[in-house]
């Protein structure tokens, strides 16, 4: 079971703006964009439902989401158990949590420090962010229920092939010796 967080701006700050002329057109949006972030699970059997929330999560909130959108999921996913992936995110390394998983009986995947983020949950989010930004829409609510749209409609199909690509992308870092790869 994959899992990540990330963050979904009303406003994003990556508006490019091309023109021939010497006048360039005006682009204005909020000094501070309202963001809501979002947090979840994907594996070859499927996914965990998709929690949003706003403001800063902390590790108590982080073990919360966990308890109340992974656990049991995951259990029908996979009631032969499963091993968890997570980046080392403080929230995710501190001893509270550690306690958590032990408590729950949950193997944790080890992860390499400073390594490249390998995560299949990345591309989702990558595209799911794509999907909200081309809406014209920038009312939060309204991108808050298209992410949860989004995320319900992600295929079996689409989900194998993010996770059956590991191993290459994987072998591809190990010959880039953890840099830069391509994929």
Not at 82 to 87: A, W
């Amino acid at each position: 079971m994959f899992s990540d967080e990330c963050s979904v701006w009303a406003y994003p700050s990556h508006v490019k703006v091309w023109t021939k002329s010497s006048v360039v057109p005006l682009y204005q949006r909020p000094k501070h964009s309202q963001t809501f972030h979002v947090s979840a699970g994907v594996s070859l059997r499927g996914t965990t439902p998709l929690c949003v929330f706003v403001g800063n999560m902390t590790k108590e909130m982080y073990t919360d989401i966990l308890e109340g959108h992974l656990l049991m999921s995951a259990e029908v996913l996979y009631p032969d158990g499963y091993i968890f992936q997570q980046d080392n995110d403080p929230k995710h390394t501190a001893k509270t949590t550690k306690a958590w998983f032990q408590a729950k009986n949950l193997t944790v995947l080890d992860w390499p420090s400073y390594s490249p983020d390998l995560n299949p949950i990345e591309n989702v989010w990558s595209l799911m962010k794509k999907h909200l930004s081309k809406r014209g829409d920038r009312n939060i609510e309204v991108l808050k229920e298209e992410a949860l749209t989004y995320w319900d409609a992600l295929t079996h199909q689409y989900l194998q092939s993010l996770v059956e690509c590991m191993p290459r992308h994987i072998q591809a870092c190990i010959e880039a010796e953890g840099g830069i790869t391509f994929y």
